[in-house]
Each structure stands twice: as structure tokens, then as C-alpha cells.
């Protein structure tokens, strides 16, 4: 397996967990505070790293005092970080996240140097991009950026791997060249509104995104597990069953082991029942990066749920 780009978004998280929620206008003050990093990027490229893979991430952060920290805490990972980019005159990304009972959360995200992440960016490197093995992108820097990495990758053959998250729209054409879809069930009806398309239950999602052409769609359904769709199949493969603590990056997670699964030659079902038992294993901690489990956590969990 070559080096995995994970090319997307990093913040600091500044987490309160408490027994409940505040409704609207209303304060709550018995929460604990942790201070951690996280963003849909980061937390897939950790999460990546962690599951065995080799990986480059792409991204740029601030000229604040957590910039450096989160830079080497990065590459403590032994992720590559030579491509993320240190901006002047503007703050790394940052998320507010209120976590509260069975894992439920508020989560507030201002994008900062994660949107000076341009395509012109891309461009500068592509001699070096086209080394890739895969590509793995969310949604958290600028949509034309992550359409002139699609391109890219479709010009030198290299698969891509988009999880719409947060949802928004994307051309259709770029959806086409997109190899693995990943969305949760409300990105999915996001999806399903935007091709004018009629609601189906959750089981049906996946194999009703096939109209928008990507080779396969995986919709993640939280405790109901995950459903895929490709031409030739379509299946569901139900949740571990776990105590909750925190999904705050459960979807990065599952995001991160299923790419390296997929680079390692794994079927597609054998590939979502590794990312899913790195999702149940980070769904009992708190926090983003620091629930993420390594490859023997995930290799033990599921020998544990196999028979003897």
C-alpha cells in the first residue's frame, strides 16, 4: 500500500461534557472542560495512521500558539506534514462541542486557516500528488478545492474516497469520479433533495445515491450500523454493540480504517467491518483524536467478536 493524502480540515476542539443539553437560551453549569484537536480531517488522517496506514496529511493551520502543537502532535502520529501549510494573520479552525448524555452533541465550528486551503494549493504539487495511492477528502475546506482534487486523481487514476460531511452541494460531475461515497443518513436525504428524488427508508439510502454515479456509496446509520451499494451489491452490516460515551468523531473514524482497509486489498464488506469496529471503540471515549484506537485495539476487538 502506497501513501494515502488525506487532504482536508484541522481544528482545536474546545469540549464541555455534561449530563444534559442546554435548550435555547438556557445555561448549564455542571459540564467538565477538555481541551483537544480535532476536524473531520485530522480526526480521519489519526484515525487513518492509527489503523496502519501511511499517510501524508494535507492541510493549514493558523499562526496562533496551538499551530505548532497541533503540527507535532500530527506528526508524533508518524503522519508525513510536510505539505500543511502555516498561514499568517488568521486563526487555526476552531469547534465549540457540547457533549452531552448517551454521546448526543452541539458542535459550533469556526473554519479559519482550514479555508486558505485553495486549489492553487493543489496545483503547486501536483508532480507530488500524482505519487498518491488514494485520496481521502471531507468538507471542511473549500468545495472548489476538493472538486480540483477530484479531477486530479481522475487524471492520474487515483481513487478517491469523499465523505460529503459536512452536507453540501457538489457538482454531479465530480460525484462521478468519486470511487467511495460515505455519508450518514442526513447527509444521504441532503443528497436524495438535491437529486429530486422521493425519501426511502434508511436501509434503501445507499442504493438510491447510486444515481449520482459513484462507484460505491456507504451510508453510515449510527447504532443501526452501516448499509453499502455498489453495481453489484447491495448489503447492511450492523453495529457492535457498545456503551456510548462520545460520537463526536466516530464517522472520521470509520472514515480513517476504512481507507486503509481498502489499500490493503480488503473487500468492501471486510473493510466496513473494520472501520466499524474502530467507530465502536471510539464512540466509549471522550473527545476526538484521543478516542481514535490503534490497528492491535481494532485487531483485538474483532478477534474478541470472533468465534472460536
Not at 5 to 17: A, E, H, K, P, T
Request: proline residues 5%.
Amino acid at each position: 500500500m502506497g501513501k494515502i493524502w488525506v487532504i482536508g480540515s484541522s481544528n482545536v476542539d474546545l469540549i464541555m461534557q455534561m449530563e444534559r443539553l442546554p435548550d435555547p437560551g438556557e445555561t448549564v453549569i455542571d459540564a467538565s472542560f477538555i481541551q483537544t484537536f480535532g476536524g473531520k480531517g485530522a480526526n480521519c488522517a489519526v484515525a487513518a495512521a492509527r489503523a496502519g496506514g501511511d499517510i501524508k496529511f494535507v492541510n493549514c493551520v493558523g499562526d496562533d500558539v496551538y499551530a505548532p502543537v497541533m503540527v507535532d502532535t500530527y506528526a508524533s502520529e508518524g503522519m508525513d506534514v510536510s505539505l500543511i501549510s502555516r498561514e499568517t494573520g488568521v486563526s487555526s479552525g476552531t469547534a465549540l462541542v457540547m457533549v452531552g448524555k448517551a454521546g448526543m452533541n452541539y458542535i459550533s465550528v469556526a473554519s479559519g486557516a482550514n479555508f486558505r486551503l485553495t486549489p492553487d494549493r493543489i496545483d503547486a504539487v501536483e508532480e507530488e500528488f500524482a505519487t498518491a495511492s488514494r485520496i481521502v477528502l471531507q468538507c471542511e475546506i473549500p468545495m472548489e478545492t476538493n472538486i480540483r482534487i477530484i479531477e486530479l486523481a481522475a487524471k492520474y487514476g487515483i481513487p478517491v474516497q469523499l465523505n460529503l460531511a459536512p452536507a453540501m452541494e457538489m457538482p454531479m460531475e465530480s460525484l462521478k469520479l468519486v470511487d467511495t461515497l460515505i455519508v450518514n443518513e442526513n447527509e444521504a436525504r441532503f443528497l436524495m433533495k438535491q437529486a429530486g428524488l422521493e425519501m426511502v427508508p434508511d436501509a434503501e439510502l445507499a442504493a438510491a445515491l447510486q444515481v449520482y454515479g459513484s462507484k460505491a456509496v456507504i451510508v453510515t446509520l449510527g447504532a443501526d450500523g452501516a448499509v453499502i451499494a455498489t453495481p453489484e451489491m447491495e448489503k447492511h452490516f450492523p453495529a457492535y454493540p457498545v456503551d456510548v460515551i462520545d460520537t463526536t468523531a466516530a464517522g472520521d473514524t470509520f472514515c480513517g480504517a476504512l481507507t486503509v482497509a481498502l489499500g490493503e486489498g480488503k473487500s468492501y464488506g471486510e473493510a466496513i467491518q473494520f472501520a466499524s469496529a474502530a467507530s465502536a471503540i471510539s464512540v466509549g471515549r471522550l473527545g476526538a483524536i484521543p478516542s481514535v484506537p490503534r490497528r492491535e485495539e481494532i485487531d483485538a476487538f474483532i478477534a474478541d467478536l470472533s468465534p472460536e
